[in-house]
């Protein structure tokens, strides 16, 4: 639990894996759910701490973000993407990339970060801190190319990439240890993934999520958003590919990892 402009983050472990969050401004008594993976943990969360919901907000379409939705409703306002509309929930708001919209006393800016789903979105909060990434940036990782491109996912990332290093990066799942073995396999010698890796271990074998994650850290880390840099192509014996083809070829070795 995080406190950063009156506005407290939890964390809700769902399903398996998955990762749905809550924000509560204490102030009107707004409470915002980001992703619905299923309704009893982020139910119980709620009673809790006596929270009512305002607003869900989706990310995309996938069962694993929305099956919980329809039991958390009650009069929550429900925002999601437009261009994914026929296949979300009954929406109350439908947005696209350069929309803001207000979420609990929070500015909050949407952009399209297709490539694990075409229409994928990210909820960006600036003065809080927080971008909800889901399956787009991972804690060292994206997510698998379902329907888009790796030229979509590597423009995603380098959207993602540009906002604020301090930004907190709420991503959807506890994958982070399998992350963690593939992006030690291609930057074995990264002090900054060595050291993540032995932390990532502590938190897992403590119980303790390791979502969110600070942007800081990914940029150091994760190999999605390093596909660029001249260091990383050289470890990967690629020092003369384009930044697409070494984000293609990382996110491929990743599939057959
Ligand atoms: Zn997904
Ligand atoms: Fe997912």
């Known amino acids: ?3 950063t402009n ?12 998955n990762y749905a969050f ?5 102030t009107t008594g707004d409470t915002a759910l980001i992703d619905a993976p299923d309704a009893p943990p982020i139910q ?19 069962w694993d973000h929305v099956d919980g939705l329809e039991a958390l409703r009650g009069d929550a306002r429900v925002i999601g993407a437009k261009a994914d509309m026929h296949r979300l929930p009954n929406l109350d708001i439908a947005v696209d990339e350069g929309d803001m919209i207000e ?9 399209d970060v297709s490539g694990h789903t075409i229409g994928h979105i990210a909820f960006h909060m600036p003065e809080a801190g927080f971008v909800f990434t889901a399956d787009s940036l991972m804690a060292l990782g994206c997510g698998r190319l379902f329907e888009g491109t790796p030229a979509q996912m590597w423009d995603s990332m380098q959207k993602l990439r540009s906002l604020p290093e301090d930004t907190l990066v709420c991503s959807g799942h506890e994958y982070t240890m399998a992350n963690a073995r593939f992006a030690a396999s291609l930057d074995p010698e990264n002090p900054d993934l060595i050291l993540r890796i032995k932390e990532t271990e502590a938190a ?7 979502v969110p994650s600070t942007l800081t850290l990914e940029k ?3 190999p999605y958003l390093r596909a660029d840099l001249p260091e990383f192509k050289a470890v990967l014996g690629m020092p003369n590919a384009s930044d697409v083809d070494v984000f293609t070829h990382v996110r491929a070795l990743k599939d057959n990892f």
Do not use: S, Y
């Open 6 to 17: 009156a506005v407290e983050l939890v964390v809700v472990p769902c399903l398996q894996d």
């Open 103 to 111: 979420v609990c006393g929070q500015r909050t800016h949407i952009f």
């Open 44 to 62: 119980a969360e709620l009673d809790a701490r006596g929270w009512t919901l305002t607003d869900i907000l989706i990310t995309h379409h996938h």
């Open 1 to 3: 639990m995080t406190k």
């Open 204 to 210: 897992r074998a403590a119980g303790q999520p390791t």
């Open 220 to 222: 150091r880390t994760n």
């Open 22 to 26: 809550l924000i509560h401004d204490a």
